[in-house]
């Protein structure tokens, strides 16, 4: 099988090829194709992929290119995690947004609808091509703000891209695990909203539910990383526990508060870190994938590092530094390729899975996945305030879908002004103003 994976200059390739690597039944991977725009980034991952190789019988093979065309012709598979406009553009989104007094961060809030107007366009053109290319080939999407990207994909090539996100999967295994759990990947767990704003309302163990006990009891609640950063009070009087993304709408003030008087910001931070790392692992005589082990360690340990501060949370467990969108994307493409029936949390095309919302609504939901893709499965109405919510950053998204299709301004104002953590029309004005000026990627705007 052929995985094209684009934006495969990206720093967390290696983790996609390393997964690959472990996989030794039949009908896996066997060509991997690298796409990128900066040949100078595929050149450095592509070394670190082949000091992962050496010495690994039947390794897939691996080609890169610029020409995206050539990357997606036959593909069976295509990976996309691409970032329009780099590590520079998201540190401008954050520093745009805060200077504004408004949220930053690349999914959530100003700094979110920022790169999804980026990054749409870029992504349809991706879904035509795939749609003429590849016509049979499955998209599994990284990209961020992934939800709503997912979902302007969808429209052209319906469910043959789904949206995968690693979020959910650690939580509930961090979940899992403090239940004491035997095998965390056996519970089932009952989590649903959209991407970077959702609920685990149930986590099932040889068919019962143990979440009650977990939030009536105080010490375990408050053991793991959401009880950290959330609270146990706040979890207990939600009676469920939020992905992670949703302390920056729930402790919004003290969140700015907290990038606005960091050092650097998270964007601004990898920004540097990176461009040390694909200048180190040019050095001849240095060996690639320990440079990448190294930078990658220190990026997992400064993850949410300002919301763990203002929530006194400490430092990240070490049972939590080592990602898992990368095994994510592997169960899926196992699953689909050898139709071997598994259940993944993902993002998808709603199918009246939540009543509140469209069948074309891209949502993140608990997914049966066979060789047919992947089927939503039916969960439970949300409660008032998360539905509330859910609706509104939806609204929001669809406000974006159509500013990139329509190219309008105006649409664009729409879309920041009707965001939860965007609190005022003039801001929202400013933001679009701010945000054409520092990003060449958003002159279609009129």
Same mark, same amino acid.
């Given at each position: 099988m052929k995985l094209t994976i684009l934006g495969g200059g990206g720093f967390r390739v290696p983790l996609v090829y390393g997964a690959l690597l472990t996989d030794r039944a039949e009908g896996r991977v066997t060509e991997v194709v690298l796409h990128d725009l900066?040949?100078?980034?595929?050149?450095?991952?592509? $070394?670190?992929?082949? @000091?992962?190789? !050496?010495?690994?019988?039947?390794?897939?093979?691996?080609?890169?290119? %610029?020409?995206?065309? @050539?990357? =997606?012709?036959?593909?069976?598979f295509v990976f996309s995690a691409i970032r329009v406009g780099g590590l520079e553009g998201r540190a401008?989104?954050? $520093?745009?947004?805060? !200077? @504004?007094?408004?949220?930053?961060?690349?999914?959530?809030?100003?700094?979110?609808?920022?790169?999804? =107007? $980026? %990054?749409?366009?870029?992504?349809?053109?991706?879904?035509?091509?795939? !749609?003429? =290319?590849?016509?049979?080939?499955?998209?599994?999407?990284?990209?961020?703000?992934?939800?709503?990207?997912t979902e302007a994909m969808s429209r052209h090539l319906g469910d043959r891209v789904i949206g995968i996100c690693d979020s959910p999967v650690g939580l509930g295994r961090r979940i899992a695990r403090v239940l004491g759990a035997a095998n965390p990947r056996e519970a089932w767990i009952d989590y649903v909203g959209l991407n970077h704003l959702g609920w685990v309302r149930g986590l099932h163990i040889?068919?019962?539910?143990?979440?009650?006990?977990?939030?009536?009891?105080?010490?375990?609640?408050?053991?793991?990383?959401?009880?950290? =950063?959330?609270?146990?009070?706040?979890?207990q009087s939600l009676g469920a526990i939020p992905n992670e993304y949703l302390h920056y709408y729930y402790f919004n003030r003290e969140a700015v508060r907290s990038y606005q008087q960091a050092e650097k910001t998270r964007g601004a931070f990898l920004r540097d870190q990176q461009a040390h790392f694909y200048e180190a692992v040019t050095d001849p005589g240095a060996r690639a994938l320990d440079v990448w082990d190294r930078t990658r360690a220190e990026r997992e340990a400064t993850y949410m590092s300002e919301n763990r501060e203002t929530a006194g949370a400490g430092e990240r467990d070490a049972d939590d530094l080592s990602g898992g969108y990368e095994k994510v994307a592997l169960a899926l493409m196992r699953a689909i390729a050898r139709d071997e029936r598994t259940t993944l949390i993902l993002n998808v095309r709603n199918r009246g899975t939540l009543s509140v919302l469209d069948g074309e609504a891209v949502i993140e939901v608990p997914c049966l996945v066979d060789a047919n893709g992947a089927h939503p499965v039916a969960v439970a109405p949300l409660p008032d305030h998360a539905t509330g919510l859910v609706c509104a950053v939806k609204a929001v998204e669809r406000e974006v879908l159509a500013a990139a299709g329509s190219a309008s301004r105006t649409t664009a104002v729409k879309a920041f002004a009707l965001h939860p953590l965007v609190d005022s029309v003039n801001v929202a004005r400013r933001l679009v103003e701010g945000y054409t000026e520092v990003h060449p990627g958003l002159a279609y705007l009129k």
């Open positions: 900066d040949a100078g980034r595929l050149s450095a991952v592509a $070394r670190v992929l082949a @000091e992962q190789a !050496a010495g690994v019988l039947d390794a897939p093979a691996v080609t890169a290119t %610029t020409d995206l065309d @050539e990357a =997606l012709t036959g593909a069976d401008n989104d954050e $520093r745009v947004a805060l !200077a @504004e007094g408004v949220l930053g961060q690349e999914t959530v809030g100003a700094g979110g609808i920022a790169y999804g =107007l $980026r %990054t749409v366009p870029v992504a349809v053109d991706i879904a035509r091509r795939v !749609a003429r =290319l590849a016509p049979d080939a499955w998209v599994i999407n990284f990209t961020n703000p992934a939800g709503l990207v040889a068919g019962r539910d143990e979440l009650p006990r977990l939030l009536a009891d105080p010490d375990l609640l408050g053991s793991f990383e959401e009880g950290k =950063l959330f609270g146990v009070d706040w979890l």
